[in-house]
């Protein structure tokens, strides 16, 4: 018989489980962007290994949930927890690796020429990113907001696709930079900031998974049952 998982969308797994986002970052699978393919849809366009992928979901299913589970709290909540822990991060982050980029393509651009095109994507990534967080903190998160707590009917529908929209441009940028960089592989020649320059950028696509997960998989199904209300 077939693992009910199968049939569920991916972004829904991980809202139900934070420790499958674990899973699906090792299988390299987009639960984010893609969350509303179901996880047999994914692992045949993918080409995953479908019951390797199951069994590793079992196995976390087992482990216990250290992360609150959002998909219970207030819109009001999952905002304020998106700021303090997704946007207050990248702003910190984003200048530091533009200069740590810099620093590296100044060194190793020679004989690594795929840093410049790395530098570029960043760059527009950075600029990208840091308009796509004040338009959720300066228009869309307040209305969400007043929303939920004055009832008032208004439709978000259009904003909140502007929105999915950059976060696909995202992905895009995420998955040049992965492939300009080999997967972040560190080269034989590599020096130490150059190899904490990938582990960075690693980590930063990580962090906008979760974080553009948290909006897309979390936030906006609750904007639209407000809507619905
Ligand atoms: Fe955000
Ligand atoms: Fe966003």
Known sequence: MQD?????????LVAKNP??????ETYNIDYCCKGQQTLLETCQAKRVDADAVISALHAEAQKPITERDWSHASACEVIDHI??????????????????IDKVVKAHGKSHPE???VQTTFAELHKDLLTHLEVEEVEVFPKIKSMETS?????????????INDH??????????????????????ACNSFLVMLTSLKELEGNLHRHVHMENS????KVQALQAR
């Open 151 to 163: 009832s008032s009917p208004s439709s978000l529908d259009q904003p909140i696709a502007s929105l």
């Open 19 to 24: 420790n499958f986002a674990r899973v699906f």
């Open 83 to 100: 700021e303090k822990t997704y946007h207050i991060h990248l702003k910190q982050e984003l200048p530091r690796l533009a200069s740590l």
């Open 168 to 189: 696909e441009h995202v992905e895009k940028y995420l998955e040049r930079l992965s492939s300009l960089t080999n997967g972040y592989a560190v080269p034989q020649d």
């Open 218 to 221: 979390i936030l906006f199904p």
């Open 115 to 117: 840093l410049l095109e």
């Open 4 to 12: 009910p998982f199968l049939r569920e969308q991916v972004g829904a």
